[in-house]
């Protein structure tokens, strides 16, 4: 939908913020000066008087001009700025749904990445919690719909899996960390991909990067040691680590290895693309004590890989996977997307179902998170078809497809055990991981709760140190682009260091 001219009585950086989230989640967007447009203008006011905040908005079309208005009174259970923006955004979602009769999304008026957090955060100011540790799953759900508009199915959803991450969250103390390490390359670039990952260059580069990261790798073994941390997860992400030449990916995990695994529960390498597997990478995997292993088909439909440039096959997934599970009595991790370009409700399913039959412990179903319009969008376009062959299901079309892999993976026994959002995403809805009973991935469920510390070494890693005492999380980036990375890498170290040094001594 668009609008001609967008006016909000506030300067406020953050008033201004909120209110987009709130537009973007109905694909609210400016008319450009040429396009038609469906409203000439939108004018929204916020005035606070005491406890009552109050927004209006004004719209003006063909059909003359309408005000509507809600207020909601502060309760003080947050933050009062916190509170007065959340009511802002509860008061324009429901004018917009109830006034303007436009379609409700899944989650409301919630915008971040990590919604999950905001449940454990009630859980620890004990909300629904009795005095007898019992915890009351509708009166949490019931806040999450009070507080943020979510529908039904997703304040079950959000509650479920926050009670179901409790065991993990409480398996870790403050001197229990995970380390991640991030490979930024792949054989070829996915075209969708928003990763800041490279193209494996030749041997002379790899041979640089490594002794880069070996110093990184050092750097951040040395603060283990200093602070008397327990590695509890390692985690080789990127990029596709399994992309490097064999004797640079044997290297890696004997490094790690050497200088990280302990009393170690989880050390996972993300081999992502099938075509990287093979036997020797194997072998080294299961010499240095890997445990999980995830392989990613996102589709078992091969028009699809084709389309979105991925350039390896069902088949090689397929082989991939059997030789991954004959190998090792490992965990396998298997990420499907939905809403990718030119598939429908059938090929979702048909994907799912095909990746079932070999019954992986781990099942992640993203949805793509595309922005329209983008270049991103252009360029596949471009590169692969006609822009009208790329055809990008609708939001009813994905939540369908979601709703109904949920159905099939609950009749299978895959429970939900970690979710995360992202801006764009396909049918408004989040990248979710189902696993069997005892499968769940800890460093997943650990970093995106922000409760432990995470030490974070490569190209666009970050490290995440958890500060008690002033209540909020201390961080120190990684630069996403590799040349910086090595040039800067010196600073890189210190920041890691800095930022621990602030909580532990
Ligand atoms: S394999 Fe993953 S990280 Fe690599 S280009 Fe494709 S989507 Fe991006």
């Known amino acids: 939908m668009k609008i001609k001219n967008f006016k909000l009585n506030s300067d406020a950086q953050v008033i201004h913020k909120v209110t987009w989230e709130v537009l973007r989640a109905f694909h609210i967007e400016l008319a450009d000066s040429d396009d038609a447009a ?49 009511i802002i955004k509860k008061n324009l979602y429901t004018i917009l749904t109830r006034d303007l009769k436009l379609r409700g999304v899944p989650y409301g008026i919630m915008h971040g990445v990590r919604p999950v957090k905001i449940v454990h955060r009630w859980l620890k100011d004990k909300f629904a919690v009795t005095n007898h540790g019992v915890i009351d799953r509708d009166k949490i759900a019931r806040r999450l719909r009070a507080d943020y508009l979510t529908n039904y199915e997703k304040s079950l959803l959000l509650t479920e899996v926050a009670l179901r991450q409790i065991p993990i969250l409480n398996s870790s103390d403050d001197k229990t960390v995970s380390v991640y390490i991030g490979i930024p390359f792949c054989v070829t670039r996915c075209l969708y991909c928003s990763f800041p990952s490279n193209v494996l260059p030749a041997a002379d580069k790899v041979a ?89 088909p996102q ?48 090929d979702a399913q048909d994907s799912l179902q095909k990746v079932l039959a070999l019954n992986p412990d781990d099942i992640t179903l993203h949805a793509l998170a595309l922005k329209r319009g983008s270049k991103l969008q252009t360029q596949i376009a471009d590169e692969v078809h006609s822009l009208a062959d790329f ?72 490290t995440k140190v958890p500060d008690k005492k002033e209540s909020r999380l201390q961080t120190s980036y990684n630069a996403k682009d590799l040349t910086t990375y090595l040039r800067d890498i010196d600073k890189y170290i210190s920041n890691r260091s800095k930022v621990l040094a602030q909580v532990y001594s």
């Open 38 to 86: 469906d409203f000439d203008a939108f004018q929204i006011s916020n005035d606070v008087t005491g406890k009552k905040v109050l927004t209006r908005l004004t719209v003006k079309n063909s059909g003359g001009v309408q005000t509507f208005q809600k207020a909601d009174v502060i309760n003080r259970e947050e933050r009062r700025g916190a509170e007065i923006n959340r």
């Open 208 to 296: 640089a990067f490594m002794e880069i990261l070996t110093r990184d790798i050092d750097a951040a073994a040395a603060e283990v040691e200093r602070y008397g941390f327990n590695v509890q997860n390692i985690y080789i992400g990127g990029g596709t680590p399994s992309s490097l030449p064999i004797k640079f990916f044997r290297e890696l995990l004997e490094k790690v290895t050497q200088k990280f695994y302990r009393d170690t529960k989880e050390f996972t390498v993300e081999c992502g693309r099938p075509d990287t597997v093979d036997d020797d990478k194997i072998a080294a995997m299961k010499d240095f004590h890997v445990n999980r292993v995830c392989l990613n």
């Open 299 to 346: 589709t078992m439909q091969q028009k699809t890989l084709d389309r979105i440039g991925r350039r390896h096959s069902v088949e090689q997934f397929l082989t991939a996977f059997e030789k991954l599970r004959q190998a090792a009595d490992w965990k396998i991790n298997t990420d499907l997307i939905l809403g990718l370009p030119g598939e429908n409700f059938d």
């Open 391 to 462: 055809n990008l299901p609708s939001d009813e079309e994905v939540i369908k497809m979601s709703d109904a892999a949920e159905k099939i993976l609950r009749g299978k026994n895959y429970l939900p055990y970690y979710l995360y959002r992202q801006g764009y995403i396909s049918g408004q809805i989040e990248n979710i991981a189902y696993c069997k009973r005892g499968a769940e991935c800890i460093y997943n469920v650990q970093i995106m709760n922000e409760q432990q510390v995470i030490l974070g070494i490569g190209p666009a890693a970050s």
